[in-house]
């Protein structure tokens, strides 16, 4: 699956203005109007009514500004959800419908005033199939609802879409919720500062950076070069998730704490697995056995690298983790979803693990494959391995392709053949 989906982006990827080329271009501006042309002189304001003329192989183009959508711009409300914008026009294999940032600029989605009472937010409601968003920024979503409830800024619903450079911060909604759909790829996003401060008890338990739950048959998702960092429940998280999720190169820092450190909601860095108080029968069969590859957990309230009670086993690899509560946790349970054991079925190789309380916690070491790591290898690791452990280079800006930053920390000083970071020649 990931060479497929790597091929569909780089089928894709190239400047904004090439994406357009084989299709109209169409623009939204803060200050545009829904009855203009919708071209590059006269934009419409909203995506809602772009999509009415983009066709497969189009590009809308959202020029910068702050947009400030309000209750009446909520495009459909189906049971407790109100869905703001509602994306469910579809593009082609070969000619997907995009959503881009203009150029260099910033369209920022400040929705502080969208409140519909007594429901869920999704800010994007993404349904369609072959699409691609691009370069756009959400902030100030918000909570009504003061019982156990979510927000969400992107609900992800279709197949073969590509999310990227999306900037999902500073609101009470989860930044990226995917729940049905194949073959999607959530590429070089960021999302930080979330916290649902509203409903239960405030600490915001439901508000993760990315989640992971696609459904049955819903197959090849892939977060790839995301961030997630200061949300207050995890910083990615597939628990209840029916088929498996990859997560590869993606980065995880604070979760469960405020920018403040106040301790927040469950706070791991990756939450890979598990189906909460599911009935044993209502588990999927087969499990999907999920991959977490070359990511980076640091400074999360309790565990780096979490199985979450997961009844199978999971798939861990060049994983760095480093002051964590615990950096490795692959905690367990038996077929009835109730018992909670040491893990088991597991593959962990080429980890690192430094400066937690605990490198590696609850594994069934005789029912798991763990190779080459730190802390198999008992390699007694100091401060001196490691080129930097200055953790702020992981909150540097990206490149202006969207790409990570390029950091040491963590990096080792020397070859070693465990870590997300290999070290560099000298």
Same mark, same amino acid.
């Given at each position: 699956?990931?060479?497929?989906?790597?091929?569909?982006?780089?089928?894709?990827?190239?400047? &904004?203005?090439?994406?357009?080329?084989?299709?109209?271009?169409?623009?939204?501006?803060?200050?545009?109007?829904?009855?203009?042309?919708?071209?590059?002189?006269?934009?419409? &304001? %909203?995506?809602?009514?772009?999509?009415?003329? $983009?066709?497969?192989?189009?590009?809308?183009?959202? =020029?910068?500004?702050?947009?400030?959508?309000?209750?009446?711009?909520?495009?459909?409300?189906?049971?407790?959800?109100?869905?703001?914008?509602?994306?469910? *026009? @579809?593009?082609?294999?070969?000619?997907?419908?995009?959503?881009?940032?203009?150029?260099?600029?910033?369209?920022?989605?400040?929705?502080?005033?969208?409140? /519909? +009472?007594?429901?869920?937010?999704?800010?994007?409601?993404?349904?369609?199939?072959?699409?691609?968003?691009?370069?756009?920024?959400?902030?100030?979503?918000?909570?009504?609802?003061?019982?156990?409830?979510?927000?969400?800024?992107?609900? @992800?619903?279709?197949?073969?879409?590509?999310?990227? #450079?999306?900037?999902?911060?500073?609101?009470?909604?989860?930044?990226?919720?995917?729940? #049905?759909g194949s073959d999607n790829l959530f590429l070089n996003c960021d999302a930080w500062n979330n916290r649902d401060y509203t409903s239960e008890d405030g600490k915001g338990g439901n508000v993760d950076g990315f989640g992971g739950h696609p459904s049955?048959?819903?197959?090849?998702?892939?977060?790839?070069?995301? #961030? $997630?960092?200061?949300? %207050?429940?995890?910083?990615?998280?597939?628990?209840?998730?029916?088929?498996?999720?990859?997560?590869?190169?993606?980065?995880?820092?604070?979760?469960?704490?405020?920018?403040?450190? +106040?301790? !927040?909601?469950?706070?791991?860095?990756?939450?890979?697995?598990?189906?909460?108080?599911? /009935?044993?029968?209502?588990?999927?069969?087969?499990?999907?056995?999920?991959?977490?590859?070359?990511?980076?957990?640091?400074?999360?309230?309790?565990?780096?690298?979490?199985?979450?009670?997961?009844?199978?086993?999971?798939?861990?690899?060049?994983?760095?983790?480093?002051?964590?509560?615990?950096?490795?946790?692959?905690?367990? =349970?038996?077929?009835?979803?109730?018992?909670?054991?040491?893990?088991?079925?597991?593959? !962990?190789?080429?980890?690192?693990?430094?400066?937690? =309380?605990?490198?590696? &916690?609850?594994?069934?070491?005789?029912?798991?494959? &763990?190779?080459?790591?730190?802390?198999?290898?008992?390699?007694?690791?100091?401060?001196?391995?490691? !080129? @930097?452990?200055?953790?702020?280079?992981?909150?540097?800006? =990206?490149?202006?392709?969207?790409?990570?930053?390029?950091?040491?920390? !963590?990096?080792?000083?020397? *070859?070693?053949?465990?870590?997300?970071?290999?070290?560099?020649?000298?």
């Amino acid at each position: 699956m990931g060479k497929v989906v790597c091929f569909l982006t780089a089928l894709l990827v190239g400047s &904004a203005n090439l994406l357009a080329a084989d299709g109209h271009s169409w623009y939204v501006a803060p200050a545009g109007d829904d009855t203009a042309a919708g071209d590059l002189e006269h934009p419409f &304001a %909203s995506i809602t009514r772009a999509q009415k003329s $983009a066709a497969a192989g189009d590009t809308v183009y959202l =020029r910068g500004g702050t947009y400030k959508p309000t209750d009446a711009d909520v495009v459909q409300t189906r049971g407790i959800f109100a869905h703001l914008f509602v994306l469910d *026009k @579809s593009g082609e294999r070969d000619k997907p419908i995009t959503y881009s940032a203009y150029r260099e600029e910033r369209p920022v989605f400040d929705c502080s005033s969208v409140k /519909p +009472e007594g429901k869920r937010v999704s800010i994007f409601y993404v349904s369609g199939n072959w699409l691609r968003l691009i370069g756009i920024e959400i902030t100030g979503a918000q909570v009504t609802i003061k019982t156990h409830t979510q927000s969400i800024c992107i609900e @992800s619903q279709g197949n073969h879409n590509i999310f990227e #450079r999306l900037a999902l911060h500073d609101g009470q909604a989860i930044g990226v919720y995917h729940v #049905r759909g194949s073959d999607n790829l959530f590429l070089n996003c960021d999302a930080w500062n979330n916290r649902d401060y509203t409903s239960e008890d405030g600490k915001g338990g439901n508000v993760d950076g990315f989640g992971g739950h696609p459904s049955k048959g819903s197959t090849g998702n892939v977060f790839r070069g995301c #961030r $997630a960092w200061y949300n %207050s429940d995890d910083g990615y998280d597939c628990i209840n998730a029916h088929e498996s999720v990859t997560f590869e190169n993606c980065w995880a820092m604070g979760n469960g704490l405020s920018p403040m450190k +106040e301790s !927040l909601a469950d706070g791991n860095g990756f939450k890979a697995g598990g189906y909460g108080s599911t /009935p044993a029968e209502r588990v999927p069969n087969p499990l999907p056995r999920h991959v977490v590859r070359f990511c980076i957990a640091v400074g999360n309230k309790n565990s780096g690298f979490y199985a979450n009670h997961h009844l199978g086993g999971c798939d861990w690899l060049n994983n760095s983790a480093f002051r964590n509560g615990a950096n490795f946790n692959m905690l367990g =349970r038996l077929a009835d979803n109730r018992t909670d054991i040491d893990g088991v079925g597991h593959v !962990l190789r080429n980890n690192l693990s430094y400066g937690g =309380r605990r490198d590696l &916690a609850r594994m069934n070491a005789e029912k798991c494959t &763990a190779e080459n790591n730190s802390f198999t290898l008992e390699t007694k690791l100091t401060d001196k391995n490691f !080129l @930097s452990l200055d953790t702020t280079e992981l909150f540097q800006p =990206r490149g202006k392709d969207g790409s990570l930053p390029d950091i040491n920390c !963590l990096r080792p000083a020397a *070859k070693i053949s465990f870590g997300a970071l290999p070290a560099r020649e000298k």
